[in-house]
């Protein structure tokens, strides 16, 4: 008797575990290689005092400007500080600067943003404003307002958020004026919700992707604007080891000593590179249209 044969080439294989993990991977590598680039200098930060270092401010005179080598790593500056040790403590500084510009300047600008797209008077009189420091250059604003407090990790991170929040608010605003037209938000007005409700509830969760992309760019572009203070003696204090201090240290003997330059630029752009790709997939990943294309 004959064994009727029954067609499995319907059935569908469960996704396991491997595939669940390749595909995120594959649809948006830039926020894995960002992110993986972006968490090894994190770590790198972090355990800092583990890696092989010294301390960055330790004076040795009768080792100054030695090249690389198996003792010092990335050599020796001009007063015989080991630039391995500052290069590594210097990325303390540069993410502290951009996480904290980042923060400050993404909920300031949250704020701002939300008031002038609700409030026309609010909006004739802030974004007026916005739009004045938003035609200064934000180092030329920073350099301004260093040159009137005391060069200091705190002020450098006040200064840059003061310089970066404009952006984030006209963003906010642009995404406001959008949501608050569409049906799903008049339904609310029209069901009698509260201002500050209809923002906790529908405006504020629909304005998080652009912002959280929006947070990237600026976090990149604080640790650029810091690197350029103090490279110019405008940001953090001497004593404090920064990739910028680091380079601007070095700039005068850049044809004899090269290297104490070549070292901290490479982790800075490494860093603004992984914050960058990051910035890049989280785009393609909240972009509605995109996903619906894929």
């Known amino acids: 008797m004959a064994v009727a044969q029954t067609d499995l080439s319907f059935v569908v294989a469960p996704r396991g575990p491997g595939r669940r993990l390749r595909d995120p991977i594959r649809r948006h590598p830039t926020i894995v290689i960002g992110g993986v680039l972006l968490g090894l200098i994190g770590l790198m930060a972090v355990l800092a005092p583990y890696l092989g270092t010294t301390d960055p401010q330790a004076l040795s005179p009768i080792q100054r400007l030695r090249w690389p080598s198996p003792e010092h790593w990335f050599g020796t500056d001009m ?4 630039v391995y040790s500052r290069t590594v403590y210097g990325a303390r500084v540069s993410l502290t600067v951009g996480l904290s510009v980042a923060l400050l300047s993404t909920a300031i600008g949250l704020l701002i943003g939300l008031i002038t797209g609700f409030n026309r008077w609010a909006d004739a ?4 404003i916005m739009d004045g420091l938003m035609a200064i250059p934000a180092v030329l604003i920073a350099i301004a307002l260093m040159a009137l407090t005391r060069a200091s990790l705190e002020n450098v991170v006040l200064a840059i958020t003061i ?4 952006r984030v608010a006209r963003l906010v605003r642009g ?8 049906p799903f938000v008049e339904a609310a007005i029209a069901s009698g919700a509260s201002l500050p409700r209809l923002l906790w509830r529908h405006i504020v969760p629909n304005s998080l992707p652009p912002v959280f992309v929006q947070a990237t760019y600026t976090a ?11 490279f110019l003696g405008a940001g953090t204090p001497p004593n404090i080891p920064s990739w910028g201090n680091i380079m601007a240290e070095g700039r005068s003997l850049f044809q004899v000593a090269c290297y ?35």
């Not at 009189?125 to 007026?128: C, D, E, G, K, P």
């Not at 310089?163 to 404009?166: I, S």
């Not at 995404?175 to 569409?182: F, S």
């Open 79 to 82: 007063l015989g500080r080991d």
């Open 175 to 182: 995404v406001v004026l959008t949501l608050r037209d569409l």
């Open 260 to 294: 104490i330059v070549l070292f901290p630029g490479a982790f800075l752009s490494a860093t603004v590179l992984a914050i960058n790709l990051l910035g890049d997939g989280l785009r393609d990943a909240l972009d509605p249209r995109l996903a619906q294309r894929i």
């Open 163 to 166: 310089a970066e929040a404009p």
């Open 220 to 230: 990149a572009s604080a640790m650029l604007v810091e690197a350029i203070l103090s």
């Open 125 to 128: 009189i802030l974004m007026r």
